[in-house]
């Protein structure tokens, strides 16, 4: 496996040295792996912080900037961060308004998120936790770790990023980032398996001929696997999937995802059939996001997120925002 | 610990195999990193007492492993180490006493229980059998290990494979197995046998 890399242990270091030179906005500390907006702390607002494994880029880091996150923590490839990254982040962005931490169910993030909150706390930091669980694939249940976190997570950023961003207080942004993951559902397809750099083949062993359904963004191996399908067959597996479990009576935010190496030729026309079903099951769509957001490094494949939006989710949707790897509207 | 340290770095490259099939490959990188920081730390600024080590060495897993292995494996030995106290000698029936509540703790932080295919399984047969000796505790501990093979996970981020996790060894439970064996080997080599 090639890899456009110098060795496996300084992958996520170098990366955040390319990140500081291409974004002045950003500070970035290499060393502690934190990144943040210049301008933290700003004066009275409610600051964001997220984190997780590196390897989902652009999440977290490339989300970071007015309108949407405060501050990010990567971790190592595909490894949560840990509470020293969050409590660091925490200080740097804190203007005394409190910070939420958006956080991804999957047990290291849980667990690392939770002691960073205690440890921020202490030194009188107000921390509000949200966590994201949108992954249908997963069976929620009291015998499970629960649903994953997958695409919703850019969805709560960047809405209760905008409501902080409008100066609403830490309730109110916390509730707000709530009601979105409350409103949303995910399911990934996997064409490929993901190649990490310490181990440098693939996680799992994925034939030619066949797919992988319900996948997490870890590189972990889904629940089923059936042969090639067709983008149409696609994305009407996915869209029911994620139907079965929300039926929205409202008109929907769509986010059409890359895993990370699906060009954006692919992913636009499976954008196609996703609405041609969405169409045909009478969900309207009100926005699309088509990308490679939420990543798995190197895997081939797609997710498809809905949220069911009212006129303010939908009004904090549009609002200003500008970061790396998202921005519109300034 | 230092036995802890090479056999975590011997079997590193075995540790992430295993994660891969039912994680996401990087068990062992990950417990290697935490590990050789706990090495350094221990090196630079060394504890006077048994359970300071156990602690300096909890709070680096904490601040280095990340994942769900750093804080759960961090308050597994920073709880023992806590309960050791300030004692200079530790006993057999004691360590297995901060053991017991190390083990406790990483139960309630977890929220799993045996048989959800998790580090409990190899970690809580290995704690009753150190009532008896250092050799039983290991050997609890393989077995337990072994014994996760044929679960269905329900923790942690094999439990997301549902019942296509059954049939792989559990990661976490493996490198609990490590540990112990770990703890086996030192106390053989302090002597007696009756001391870490």
């Known amino acids: 496996m090639k890899m456009l890399i110098n060795v496996p242990e300084t992958v996520v270091a170098d990366g955040l040295r390319g990140l500081a030179a291409a974004h002045p906005e950003l500070r970035v500390d290499v060393e502690n792996r934190v990144v943040v907006r210049a301008d933290a702390p700003v004066a009275g607002k409610v600051a964001l912080v997220s984190g997780g494994g590196s390897g989902h880029e652009p999440l977290h880091a490339g989300f970071v900037g007015p309108g949407m996150l405060s501050g990010a923590c990567p971790g190592e490839v595909f490894t949560s961060p840990v509470p020293d990254q969050m409590v660091r982040a925490a200080a740097a962005v804190d203007s005394g308004a409190g910070v939420l931490f958006v956080v991804k169910n999957y047990t290291g993030d849980v667990l690392n998120f939770d002691m960073a909150a205690e440890l921020a706390e202490d030194e009188g930091i107000q921390i509000a936790k949200v966590l994201v669980n949108d992954d249908v694939a997963v069976t929620d249940s009291l015998y499970t770790a629960g649903r994953r976190g997958t695409g919703a997570t850019l969805f709560v950023e960047k809405i209760a990023g905008a409501a902080a961003e409008e100066g609403a207080p830490l309730e109110r942004v916390e509730s707000i980032a709530r009601e979105v993951n409350a409103r949303s559902r995910s399911f990934g397809v996997a064409l490929t398996a993901v190649t990490t750099p310490a181990k440098g083949s693939p996680t799992f062993d994925l034939p030619a001929g066949e797919l992988e359904l319900g996948i997490g963004i870890h590189g972990e191996p889904g629940r089923e696997r059936r042969a090639m399908m067709t983008s149409r067959e696609i994305a009407d597996f996915t869209v029911d999937a994620v139907l079965e479990d929300l039926k929205p009576s409202s008109p929907v935010l769509l986010l059409v995802n890359g895993m990370g190496a699906t060009p954006l030729l692919e992913l636009y026309g499976f954008n196609a059939e996703v609405h041609r079903v969405l169409g045909e099951r009478g969900v309207p769509v009100a926005r699309t996001l088509v990308g490679n957001h939420v990543t798995s490094l190197d895997m081939a494949g797609c997710s498809v997120s809905i949220c069911a939006m009212d006129e303010d989710l939908l009004r904090l949707w549009d609002a200003p925002v500008r970061t790396p790897a998202l921005r519109w509207g300034r | ?196």
């Open chain 2, 1 to 196: 610990m230092n036995t802890t340290a090479d056999a975590v770095s011997r079997e590193a490259v075995h540790l992430t195999e295993l994660d891969s099939e039912i994680g996401d490959a990087d068990h062992g990188i990950n417990m290697q990193r935490g590990f050789t920081a706990v090495r350094a730390a221990l090196e630079s600024d060394p504890p006077d007492t048994p359970g300071a080590v156990l602690v300096l060495a909890g709070r680096q897993l904490i601040s280095t492993v990340g994942g769900a292995s750093g804080p759960l494996y961090g308050t597994l030995l920073r709880r023992a180490g806590k309960m050791l106290g300030d004692g200079t000698e530790v006993s057999r029936e004691r360590l297995t006493e901060a053991l017991r509540a190390g083990v406790a703790a990483v139960a309630q932080l977890g929220g799993a229980k045996a048989g959800d295919k998790t580090m409990l399984d190899a970690l809580e047969p290995a704690v009753k059998a150190l009532g008896t000796s250092f050799a039983a505790a290991r050997e609890a501990a393989e077995q337990g290990a072994t014994a996760t093979v044929p679960m269905v996970a329900r923790k942690g981020r094999a439990s997301y494979l549902g019942e296509r996790s059954a049939g792989h060894q559990d990661p976490g439970a493996t490198s609990s197995a490590l540990l112990i064996a770990a703890l086996a080997r030192a106390a053989a080599d302090g002597g007696s046998g009756e001391t870490p």
